[in-house]
């Protein structure tokens, strides 16, 4: 059971190596401006947030939080904040 | 005479422009060196608030409300009613403001001190290293990544429902370690990953785990890993699948090599159409640890079980968002849960929610929850060892305020 265990993780860690080092993202995703990304993303969660709500300086501290718990994407992460910031 | 007015004639025009010419220059000079003063100040001002690389800030939430509640209790043929109400309900108050450092950006500090029924205690205390794109590595204690109900959802200004989900919260623990973390595009798709290597959770007299021990009572640690996939690249749909893998016995115990196994599966669907918000959560936890013999308290005997627990929801929710007026402000909520543990144990039983709600939002961040909760619970904990407890129905309505500072 052990060595299973462990062969899957192996693989899974090989298999992981090979999608982050393959990791490319569509033209038609790059395209999206930040105000796209804000209305997709932010409402998996939850409401999406008046961009009024926060200082620039307070949303680049937001969307590093909100990227360690949705798990985004930095190209996400930056269009986003720099949407809100405006 | 005549050669003096005509040089007079000349000199004159040249003596008024020269003169012109200096009462221009004196008037710029003193308009310059004003613009300058002034140029100068806001330098100053600007200067004393200029934004350094670090930052701190508080963010968190506060949840408030009153429940009013009937149990009816059935046991060897014999009822039991209980009526009560809370002002406000001990689950359901909270204060809890999130201190965020920011050094540059490249780490994040995070702690979130709550005051809540549970009196004071830390929710999450941690430091993040954003080290590359697509890698955030952290360190302290943090939720763990076992489906995302209690990494995500559950916080009282993002839930629908003023109660969370039965034991699949619970069955998630936050805990001390090392987590590595991010999300990556993949063409029109993204998936992300969250793997933690923690002190893990400790196993009771009575066969349940706790977690979130900052000494660990045995030299194995636990590991945790999700990966998610985001299928469409408007990323609407989310699935998940989580496993925690780890020793639960205390060193030197018998219960030493006692195995927990828990996986867990989540699926979070959100999409406008158009006008209305479509939002459907689901996750399915399954916990097995391995058999073992406990202790019988009242008489000292031992006794198993199979340790086997279940607990899953689904919750669906619509809100008019592309609507005008008060109407888009209204959301209507649903949940189904069921939380099944283990029979013939001493906490046996299988237990099952229906819950609803109507909310209005405030605002993005502040809603006022008005939620019914039927809960239906029959016991199958060992009736030979005295643990049956029966069948227990209760209702109870919610009042919810809650608003993320």
Not at chain 2, 20 to 29: E, K, L, P, V, Y
Not at chain 2, 356 to 384: C, D, H, I, P, Q
């Amino acid at each position: 059971m052990k060595k299973i265990f462990v062969i899957v993780i192996v693989l899974t860690g090989f298999v992981f190596i090979a999608l982050m080092n393959s990791c490319k993202v569509s033209q038609k995703v790059s395209m999206k401006t930040g105000a796209q990304l804000w209305a997709e993303n932010c409402q998996r969660c939850h409401n999406t947030p008046s961009p009024s709500s926060f200082s620039p300086q307070q949303w680049e501290t937001v969307g590093l939080h909100m990227q360690t718990r949705a798990l985004l994407t930095d190209e996400e992460r930056n269009k986003i904040v720099e949407f809100l910031k405006q | 005479m005549i050669q003096g007015n005509k040089l007079l004639k000349i000199l004159l025009p040249i003596g008024l422009l020269l003169m012109q010419s200096f009462i221009a220059t004196a008037q710029q000079t003193v308009v310059d060196s004003s613009v300058l003063d002034r140029l100068n100040e806001l330098e100053k001002k600007v200067a004393s608030t200029k934004p350094g690389e670090d930052h701190v800030m508080i963010v968190g939430l506060a949840t408030m409300g009153f429940a009013t509640y009937k149990t009816t209790n059935t046991l060897n043929g014999t009822s039991t009613v209980t009526k009560g109400n809370s002002f406000p309900d001990a689950d359901h108050f909270e204060l809890s403001p999130m201190f965020l450092w920011r050094h540059g950006n490249k780490f994040l500090v995070e702690f979130e001190p709550s005051f809540s029924n549970n009196g004071l205690s830390v929710n999450w205390a941690n430091v993040s290293w954003f080290a590359a794109p697509g890698l955030i590595i952290r360190a302290g204690y943090f939720v763990l990544p076992l489906g995302t109900y209690a990494k995500r959802e559950a916080a009282g200004w993002i839930n629908k429902l003023a109660t969370d989900p039965m034991g699949v919260a619970d069955m998630t623990p936050t805990d001390y370690g090392v987590e590595v973390s991010g999300g990556q595009p993949l063409g029109n798709m993204k998936f992300n990953y969250d793997f933690a290597l923690t002190n893990g959770n400790q196993l009771q007299a009575d066969g349940t785990i706790t977690s979130g021990n900052i000494v660990d009572n045995n030299n194995n640690k636990t590991f945790t890993g999700r990966l998610g996939l985001l299928p469409f690249s408007n990323s609407s749909l989310e699935v998940g699948v989580s496993g925690m893998f780890g020793k639960v016995g205390d060193q030197g115990s018998e219960q030493l090599n006692t195995m927990a196994k828990v996986y867990a599966f989540d699926l979070n669907f959100v999409k406008l159409y158009k006008p209305i918000l479509v939002n459907i959560k689901a996750q399915y936890n399954i916990q097995d640890i391995d058999k073992v013999y406990y202790t019988n308290p009242s008489d000292s005997s031992l006794y198993t079980f199979n340790n086997h627990t279940t607990a899953y929801f689904v919750q669906g929710s619509i809100r008019p968002t592309g609507a005008e007026g008060f109407i888009k402000n209204i959301e209507l909520a649903g949940r189904y849960t069921s939380f099944n543990t283990p029979t013939n144990s001493s906490f046996g039983s299988d237990q099952h929610t229906i819950t609803v709600g109507l909310n209005y939002w405030f605002s993005w961040r502040t809603v006022f929850k008005v939620t019914y909760e039927s809960y239906k619970g029959n016991s199958t904990a060992s009736k030979l060892l005295g643990f049956y407890s029966g069948t227990t129905t209760t209702n109870t309505l919610f009042i919810h305020f809650a608003i993320q500072l």
